[in-house]
Antibody, heavy 123, light 109 residues
């Protein structure tokens, strides 16, 4: 069965960086795209960006350009999301979520999600 | 970027029907997807491509999309349906293609 298992909770100081992992299993890792979505406490869902695990190409929401980096390791079927220059407003649960190929699919939705990783930014 | 607007809350008695709207400019021309999120849990896809259900989702969940409004309908509401619901589209022509609605809290009275 498809599973996306994320790394554990993190506490970071303002200005630091955090790297969250998402290990995929139960399907062909390079056949599906991976997205990162975050949710601040009591708030809605916010799309951050996408990575193609096959070639490693990425696209980020403008809001996070320059601060976010998404990478993958095909040998371990794991994608990573690193967010730098953290500020208190980055305190949120970060999710990875799978979709079909955004370049060829008729529509793009997120059929499987990781369990979420809480990142707390506090001095 | 594209904006999706949902009512903040919907209240419904058990056994009745809940309707959650998702408004967007000409949203009827896009494919709309719906997620259910219970407290402390990750979102779960309940409807995709306007009206299709993933395996394991009850037939009580249905969707429609036309004009400027998409709607998620939950028939014969149960206590376990109490959750936040989000609509989502993929706006491929935008530099911010992943778009979620503002979310609706469904309360079962």
């Amino acid at each position: 069965q498809v599973q996306l298992v994320q790394s554990g909770a993190e506490v970071k100081k303002p200005g630091a960086s955090v790297k969250v992992s998402c290990k995929a299993s139960g399907y062909t890792f390079t056949s599906y795209y991976m997205h990162w979505v975050r949710q601040a406490p009591g708030q809605g869902l916010e799309w951050m960006g996408i990575i193609n695990p096959s070639g490693g190409s990425t696209s980020y929401a403008q809001k996070f350009q320059g601060r976010v980096t998404m990478t993958r390791d095909t040998s371990t079927s794991t994608v990573y999301m690193e967010l730098s220059s953290l500020r208190s407003e980055d305190t949120a649960v970060y999710y990875c979520a799978r979709s079909q190929n955004v370049d060829t699919a008729m529509s793009v939705h997120f059929d499987y999600w990781g369990q979420g990783t809480l990142v707390t930014v506090s001095s | 970027s594209y904006v999706l607007t949902q009512p903040p809350s919907v209240s419904v008695a058990p056994g009745q029907t809940a309707r959650i709207t998702c408004g967007g400019n000409n949203i009827g021309s896009k494919s709309v997807h719906w997620y259910q999120q219970k407290p402390g849990q990750a979102p779960v896809l309940v409807v995709y491509d306007d009206s299709d259900r993933p395996s394991g989702i009850p037939e009580r969940f249905s969707g429609s999309n036309s004009g400027n409004t998409a709607t998620l309908t939950i028939s014969r509401v149960e206590a376990g349906d109490e959750a936040d619901y989000y609509c989502q589209v993929w706006d491929s022509s935008s530099d911010h293609p992943g778009v979620f609605g503002t979310g609706t809290k469904v309360t079962v009275l």
